[in-house]
Every structure is written in C-alpha cells, then in structure tokens.
C-alpha cells in the first residue's frame, strides 16, 4: 500500500511558515512531482461549494503552494470545481444562475495569473459519459467535466468537514464537484433532503427518480472510478475543522436568512494527511475529525443528533470505525485503496510532529 503521512502544525503557526510546513509535505505526499514534464497540465480539484471561507471550502495556502510547485516544474496548473446548487445551476441550455468563480473570489480561493475553470461554463454535450462495471450503482453511467479527459494529471486537495446530508465530506465527497447537473441530482434522489434540493433545482427543467436499489454513499464514492487513472495524490490541510452541519458554514441560506451554524474547532495541532491512497487518507481524515468532534460543545452536538434524527443515514461522528465509514468501506471494495492494517507500522502510517494526538490518531484506526 502507498504510506500515509501526516504532519503536525501547532496552533498559530505563522504564514511564513506554514507556507514551509506545506510546501515540504507536499514534495512528499507528491513524490517531488517527478511524474511531471513540462508543458504538462494538472487539475487541482478542490472544494468550493459555496462562498465561505475555509474550513468551509479549500485553503488557500495550500493551493497557493500546489500551483507554484507544478509552475516550478514547468507544468500548467488549472484549478476547477462546480459550485452546490445553492449557489450554482445549470441546465441543458447553459447556467441558470450563479457562478463558481465568483464562489472561488469570495471564498478567499481566488489567485491572480492562475487558470480556474467552473465546469458549469461548459457546455452541457461537452461533458463525457463515464460508465464502468464497478459503478453499480450508476447502470447508465454519469457525465463529468471535459476537463478530467483532457488534463494529464489530477490533484486532490479536500477538506475535513461534517456535513449535512452524508455525515462528514472527505476526499470521495470532493469529486462530486465534477458531476454534470443531472448527474449530481440522481445521487442526491437517494439520499436524504431531496426535497430541498429539487426545490434548488427550479428553473433547469432536470429531474431524478428515487430508486430502492441504488445507495447515496455509493454513488459517490464510484464517482472516483472516473479520475483513478489520473489521480496523482491527496493532501488535506486541517488547522480549522467543521465538526456539525456542513458542508457550508451554515446549514441553510434562504432568503439571506442564516441557518444552524456549522462548529468550527481549532486544535492546539492541526494536521497536513497525504497519500497517494485516497482511501487510506480518507481514513486518517476521519480519525482526525472523530477527534476534533470530542471537542465539540453539548449544545452543537444536540442540534447535530437532531439532524441525524431528521436524516437518518447517518451515525455521530466517534460511535463507530472509520473503516465501517460508507464511503471508506465502498472505496475498498472498489480497490481504490487499502486499509491501514497496523497503524503502529510507520509504512502504513507515519505521522510527525503530533505528540499525543498521533497516539489518539492511530488508537481511533486500530
């Protein structure tokens, strides 16, 4: 299996040395880039589902970090994602509102001089029919973005976050981003709080059936079939973690109305995970998230069991192995990774400049 890493970083780090901490990890995780040639391109994926600020959506500094490397080395770096449909739709005849480059700008993700792509600016027929025998759960197959066929390489830099509708959003929950409309709509029919999101979608004239035999987690989680070939790593930056609601700093947004607040911890040490096995760092994601959630008040956990109570689909975040995790499990059986069977065995799992929390990292994965 390809080792995952994890690297400390204590609370009030200073940029300058953040930028240090992240650069260094990143030679790492993405093997000094050497799969790189020049005149290359790579995709960053990372999310930006809405217009808040990390640890709502991505970091900035490792994006930062991730384009001048891959410049440094003589490649194009284009960074890409379609926003939620609260904030993006797009239908047959183009977008019907809202804009992933205007989420990217005031979410903090914006950099001046480097390509960004919202892939709801393509047009409809340019997306591909993705189909593969392994995704059952998508028997005519889904439609991605143009650009996963057309760049040469592919990064993931997701983030750590509960969320509203599947529990936590880690590494699978990010390639939702490159699902065309219809296609993130017949997931989202089987699973919970459709009704909010066909009432987001008026307007785009698509629709999606709920069918018995399909499962909302692993839906998801095939979506990754798509990239497998082109994925070159997976690095998430933790200094700040949303432990309730999620995926965007509120729960809802009507009206300009704000509703339920995700809680953000900040621990005393954050965590650089890496690998080039996105399971495995999945993996490690969640621990690090089922630790920050036992830092979490009671009264956010209440409204939290409450939402599990109206969903239904899933456990609180520390009640259960990360390895029963859905899109964890599902991600095995597909063999787009394996499981750390020994987190003590610094080949599987190295972790650095974590007193004690590798300890409660590595008793959460045993």
């Given amino acids: 299996m390809h080792q995952v890493l994890a690297q400390g970083i204590k609370k009030g780090t200073d940029t300058v040395n953040?930028?240090?901490?992240?650069?260094?990890?990143?030679?790492?995780?993405?093997?000094?880039l050497n799969w790189l040639k020049r005149g290359e391109t790579v995709l960053i994926k990372l999310p930006v589902n809405s217009i808040d600020p990390y640890p709502a959506t991505g970091h900035v500094l490792a994006l930062t970090v991730l384009v001048h490397l891959i410049k440094q080395k003589g490649g194009i770096p284009f960074v890409g994602d379609q926003s939620g449909i609260e904030y993006v739709l797009q239908g047959p005849n183009g977008v019907v509102r809202g804009?992933?480059?205007?989420?990217?700008?005031q979410s903090g993700l914006w950099i001046d001089g480097v390509k960004?792509?919202?892939?709801?600016?393509?047009?409809?027929?340019?997306f591909k029919h993705f189909q593969d025998p392994n995704a059952t759960n998508w028997?005519?197959?889904?439609?991605?973005?143009?650009?996963?066929?057309?760049?040469?390489?592919?990064?993931?830099?997701?983030?750590?976050?509960?969320?509203?509708?599947?529990?936590?959003?880690?590494g699978a929950k990010n390639w939702v981003g490159i699902l065309r409309q219809d296609s993130r709509l017949n997931f989202h029919a089987q699973g919970p709080l459709y009704f909010y999101i066909t009432y987001k979608a008026i307007g785009s004239n698509l629709h999606a059936e709920r069918l018995e035999q399909l499962d909302f987690f692993k839906m998801i989680t095939e979506i990754q079939l798509a990239i497998q070939s082109k994925l070159r790593g997976t690095m998430f930056i933790a200094?700040?973690?949303?432990?309730?609601?999620?995926?965007?700093?509120?729960?809802?947004?009507e009206l300009g109305i704000n509703f339920f607040r995700s809680h953000v911890v900040k621990p005393e040490t954050g965590l650089l995970i890496g690998s080039q096995?996105?399971?495995?760092?999945?993996a490690v994601a969640l621990a690090f998230l089922?630790?920050?959630?036992?830092h979490t008040p009671k009264m956010a956990r209440f409204w939290q069991?409450?939402?599990?109570?109206?969903?239904?689909?899933?456990?609180?975040l520390g009640t259960y192995s990360v390895w029963d995790n859905p899109f964890i499990s599902h991600g095995l059986e597909l063999d787009l990774g394996q499981k750390i069977t020994n987190p003590h065995d610094p080949n599987q799992l190295s972790i650095s400049d974590a007193p004690d929390l590798d300890r409660r990292i590595i008793d959460i994965l045993t």
């Fill in 239 to 253: 200094t700040e973690v949303q432990t309730t609601m999620g995926p965007n700093k509120f729960l809802l947004n």
């Fill in 99 to 105: 804009s992933t480059h205007q989420c990217f700008k």
């Fill in 277 to 282: 096995d996105p399971v495995a760092c999945d």
């Fill in 139 to 170: 028997p005519g197959g889904f439609h991605v973005t143009r650009w996963i066929n057309e760049v040469d390489h592919i990064i993931a830099l997701p983030r750590i976050s509960a969320h509203g509708q599947s529990g936590v959003t880690l």
């Fill in 305 to 316: 069991r409450l939402l599990m109570a109206v969903t239904g689909n899933f456990k609180e």
């Fill in 116 to 126: 960004y792509i919202a892939f709801e600016n393509d047009a409809w027929r340019s």
């Fill in 18 to 32: 953040l930028i240090r901490i992240i650069r260094e990890f990143a030679l790492k995780i993405f093997d000094n």
């Fill in 290 to 294: 089922f630790d920050c959630y036992k």
